[in-house]
């Protein structure tokens, strides 16, 4: 036999041995904190049997929403376009192909942090012309120290576990062998609870005066951590 073979290491065996028992256990962690951002979508619409006007219509109407939300200044954290769609609708009637009217959209994506501008900003966009609003979406920010929150006290309920299991046979524990991560965060990169029901706003610009603020309950947030632990513990005492 040469010296490779003698020198190779032992595989340790996967589930411990007599003198170095291992005890496998898992950590979960459930916590429910209020949102940090809002998100709201914003469907700004027109039409018409003219397309050059169904077109001026929708530009109009999507610089009124786009400058309505920046006067909220940082309030509103984010601000994008989504989509847009100009579609012609055909007649019913007819052998040829003849446009009836145009429908033009525009998509738009606010984000705020502050939800005293929220409920505002709401009921203003809805009070525009051809306006729809839905929303709000409650989440927290990918680095939120409630994530971070959530693996702590998964571990810590890990450890404890593996210390009951180890107690109840008259041993403890005396190294930790391994910790894997099941996926700390539920619903991908952002820990979110379901979404609240839409609430559509269409209203006339005809009314007078600015609208009343909506009253916003911000909806709280389901944070979710698991993990897997293994220890080594001493031997038993039966």
Do not use: C
């Not at 579609?87 to 525009?106: A, I, M, Q, S």
């Not at 609870?193 to 947030?221: I, K, N, W």
């Amino acid at each position: 036999m040469d010296a490779s073979s003698t020198d190779a290491p032992v595989p340790a065996a996967p589930y411990g041995t007599p003198e170095t028992p291992r005890v496998a256990v898992r950590g979960e962690a459930r916590l429910e904190v209020d949102p940090e951002i809002a998100r709201i979508g914003i469907t700004v619409g027109a039409r018409g049997s003219d397309r050059r006007a169904a077109l001026e219509d929708l530009t109009r109407r999507n610089a009124a929403v786009l400058d309505l939300a920046r006067s909220f200044g940082e309030a509103v954290e984010k601000l994008e376009t989504g989509a847009f769609s100009i579609t012609p609708e055909l007649t019913r009637r007819g052998k040829g192909e003849r446009v009836r009217t145009y429908h033009g959209k525009v998509y738009v994506i606010a984000e705020l942090a502050d939800f005293t501008a929220l409920g505002e900003l709401t009921t203003r966009l809805g009070d525009l012309e051809m306006t729809r609003v839905d929303g709000p979406w409650w989440k927290l920010r990918p680095d939120s120290p409630a994530h971070g929150e959530a693996r702590r006290q998964a571990v810590l309920e890990a450890v404890q576990r593996a210390r009951e299991y180890a107690g109840a046979l008259g041993a403890r524990l005396s190294a930790l062998v391994e910790l894997a991560d099941l996926g700390a965060e539920n619903g991908g990169a952002y820990a979110m609870a379901r979404p609240a029901a839409p609430m559509p706003f269409s209203a006339s610009a005809e009314l007078a005066g600015a609208p009343p603020a909506l009253d916003l309950e911000p909806q709280r947030q389901t944070v979710y951590a698991q993990v897997n632990a293994r220890f080594t513990m001493t031997p038993p005492a039966l």
